[in-house]
Each structure stands twice: as C-alpha cells, then as structure tokens.
C-alpha cells in the first residue's frame, strides 16, 4: 500500500499556515490523517492540536488504536480530551473510558455534559467482552403505532446522531423491541400506513450479557450489518454495528493464536512492560510443559539398554518427534476452528471429524513410511550398518502410527477440553506438541526395541 499521504501530511503540518493546514489536512480521509499522527514527532503533533478544536479531529482520533490515543491524551488538555471523547460515538467513547485510569474516567465524566455523562456512565456498568459493552445507543427508534409520515419525521430528527440508519427499530409504548423495518421499506411505503403493518415482526436480538464471540458468530451466520441489544424484558437497549463486530473478531484471532502459543495474557505494552512481565506470562505454562517434559526422559530411560545396543536409533528421534509435533499441531489448528464456528454441534458430528482426522493420519503416515523407508534404508546401507534393515523397519513404522496417533491427539484434545466449558484454545500447540512426543517416543522404542532388540 502506498503511504506517500504520511509524508505529505507531515509536510503539510510543518510548513503550511494555519489555514492551509486546517485545509489540506482535511481533503485527506480520517484514516489517513491518523496514520500520519502515529508517526509525527510530539511537538508536530501539539502543533497539529493547536490547529484544530477536540470535537473536530473526533473523527481522526476514532481510527487510532486505543493505546495509543490514551498515550496521545498524556499530550493533551483535560477540556481538549473531552471534547474529543464526547464527540466519539458512544460505544467507541466507552472503549476509550475503560483503557483510561479510573482517577482519570472520573476527572472527564464530570467535564462532560449530563447527557454524554449519563450515556457513557450507563454503558460503563456492562462487563467486558459482552454485548453491552459494545453497543451503541445512538440508533433510529420509532412506535408501532407512529404512521409512516411520522416515522420519517422521527427518523430524519434522530438520523444525526444515529451510527446508522439502514434499519429501523420499532417498539410498543413499553419500549419492548416488536419489529425492525430497513430503509428502503420505509421509503417505499405508501402514505397514511401504520408501522406495525408493514415492519418485519421476526427479531433476532442479544441479550445485554451475550459474549461478544457469540455475538460475532451471530453476524456472521446472518450476514447483518447491525444487530439490537435488549434487557432480560426484550426491552431495547441498544444495537451493535459491524464494524465493532470486525475489531471483535481481530481481537479473538489474536487472543485464540496468543492461547495456542502458550501465552497466558494477549495484551502487550511495547513502550512500558518489562521484562520480568513478559516472561510471567509465558512461564505458568513453561512450568506445566516442563513436568511434561520428565515424562519424555523417564520414558527415554526405561529404554537406555535399547539405546545402549544400538545408538543409530537416537539419529531419528528428532524427525519423528517433529513430525508427530507438527501433525499434532495442524489437528489442533482444524479442530479449534471448527469448535469456534460450531461445526461440531451433534456426537455424530464429532465422530466423522476425529474418524476424518484419524484417517488422515494414517494415510499420510503410509506415504510418509513408504518414502523413508527407501531414504533410510540407503542412508544406513551407505555407512553399513549391520541393523539396517532393522532400524529401517523400526523408523519407517514408528513415523506411521507416530503420526496416526498424533493426527487423532490433536483432533482429540481440544474437544475434550471444549466438553468441560473451558475455552478450546487454551489447548495450546506446546501442550499438545508435548503430549504427543510422548506418545511418539513410547511408540519408537517400543517398535526399537522389539523389531531390532529382540532380534540381536
């Protein structure tokens, strides 16, 4: 992507007058300008402060990521904050209430009109990373029993406040949600019709307390653009858009890969976390891998007369490890996928995946057997090995059901883990990379020690 419009902003800023500035700035997209303040110097970006008002750069601060406007407010007035704040929408005004300190949500709510304190106050009180701590409340209302002439009146009127008005929510005089109604039908009404009569009756709706990964699921399943929130009475709340939908589902890709890697906490501050911080949150995990990890030895040492007769079995032992870590690895990659997306809602459904998974690793480890056994074979014929024939046989066969068995691990685990409630990805790619070197190590010496051992 071509990022000439950093440059030519940052230009702009330091060499244009005011006006210019005001100006030009201005004939870029919000986006644009707000790439270009992440890589201005601080006194660039207090000039660029000094040009415009906290209410109309809202827009430009709203495309920021959340660190780092909180880090950019440190370069601010308190009165310029909440300007920008207020001029937020208001759920992506609450994302940035809650990356801020709780003496400083204080310090600003009581800056703010009582109107954006008491919207901001009542979103506030929603638990994180569910439905009502993404919504917004700025959407287009109207009674089933307005006519379509007052509809429209009432749309127009909330229309610039709304963060959207592609749909249209409707509710009885309890403000209980009983329809939804799109623009394009409303515009197309004919005049003198009650909305009751032509809205669309069939809702779908979230509760308040919903996770936001469910909610996204939602979305996705639906193909909406927006989404009502509603209380325990079906009364409405509030609605959620897609684009909060598509940072959700950025934000659990990341949180979910962080998990398979074995990293206990996603969130990373570049500017301020120590070391000793980062390596607290890797070493839980670093500890429990590490018992795991006697398991391989213990199982290594049982074996130390079959090692000690033929030391060549030791040559292979980090290709069929990595071979079953890997195999492991990918099941789990397919499975956590399908667990996320609900493909495995029936017993049925999970028998074909882990029998489709188990076949799979069988017939790559045929493949896989076939082609080492040949390599192998010539590699030990070349250095003439007495045992080559033997050892061949043993590596050839320990990768086969190694990988049969590690295919089915991997597929295995995380729907176990997923049947307790608990989170599938905490099924992490070391936890199953150790499990299935065990598994793998057991099988190798076992098949050493009866196809080579015995037959000394």
Do not use: C
């Not at 086969?400 to 997923?418: E, H, K, Q, R, Y």
């Amino acid at each position: 992507m071509d990022n000439r419009y950093i440059e030519e902003i940052i230009e702009l800023l330091r060499n244009g007058t005011t006006d210019e500035i005001r100006r030009g700035i201005m004939d870029y997209h919000p986006y644009e300008v707000s790439e270009a303040l992440v890589e201005m110097s601080e006194a660039e970006r207090a000039k660029f402060y000094s040009v415009f008002q906290g209410k109309d750069i809202s827009a430009i601060m709203g495309y920021l990521d959340i660190e780092d406007l909180v880090l950019f407010f440190e370069e601010m007035k308190p009165r310029y904050i909440v300007n920008i704040i207020q001029d937020l929408d208001i759920d992506d005004a609450v994302d940035v209430m809650q990356a801020l300190p709780e003496e400083d949500r204080a310090a600003y709510l009581k800056l703010m009109t009582q109107d954006n304190q008491s919207k901001i106050r009542s979103l506030l009180k929603y638990q994180e990373d569910t439905a009502g701590s993404i919504m917004t409340t700025e959407y287009i209302e109207i009674d089933m029993e307005d006519s379509v002439e007052q509809a429209m009146k009432k749309l127009i009127a909330q229309a610039v406040d709304a963060e959207t008005i592609s749909t249209l929510y409707v509710t009885d005089s309890k403000n209980v949600l009983v329809g939804t109604l799109s623009l394009r039908e409303i515009i197309l009404a004919r005049k003198g019709q009650v909305i009751k009569d032509i809205m669309n009756a069939r809702i779908i709706s979230v509760p308040s307390t919903m996770d936001q990964e469910e909610v996204a699921a939602i979305f996705k399943d639906y193909d909406f653009t927006s989404l009502p929130v509603v209380d325990k009475l079906s009364r409405m709340l509030g609605i959620i858009t897609i684009d909060d939908i598509v940072d959700v589902i950025d934000e659990e890709a990341v949180e979910d890969y962080s998990r398979l890697a074995a990293v206990s906490d996603v969130d990373i501050d570049s500017e301020n976390e120590t070391i000793w911080m980062s390596a607290k949150k890797r070493l839980p995990w670093l500890l429990v891998l590490s018992i795991l990890g006697f398991a391989t030895s213990t199982i290594i040492a049982q074996f130390e007369t079959t090692l000690a007769a033929v030391p060549t079995i030791a040559l292979f032992m980090p290709m069929i490890l990595g071979m079953a870590g890997n195999t492991g690895t990918q099941a789990l990659a397919v499975t956590v996928r399908g667990l996320n997306n609900n493909e495995f809602d029936s017993k049925n459904e999970i028998g074909r995946h882990l029998l489709r998974e188990l076949g799979t690793g069988l017939l790559n480890g045929v493949i896989i057997g076939v082609i080492l056994f040949a390599v192998t074979y010539g590699f030990l014929a070349i250095s003439q090995n007495a045992n080559a024939f033997s050892i061949t046989q043993a590596v050839s066969l320990a990768i086969m059901v190694s990988l049969t068995v590690s295919t089915f691990a991997g597929a295995l685990i995380p729907i176990v883990i997923n049947s307790f409630k608990v989170d599938p990805a905490v099924a992490s790619g070391p936890f199953v990379t150790m499990v299935v070197d065990i598994l793998a190590i057991s099988v190798y010496f076992t098949l050493a020690t009866v196809l080579i051992i015995n037959t000394l």
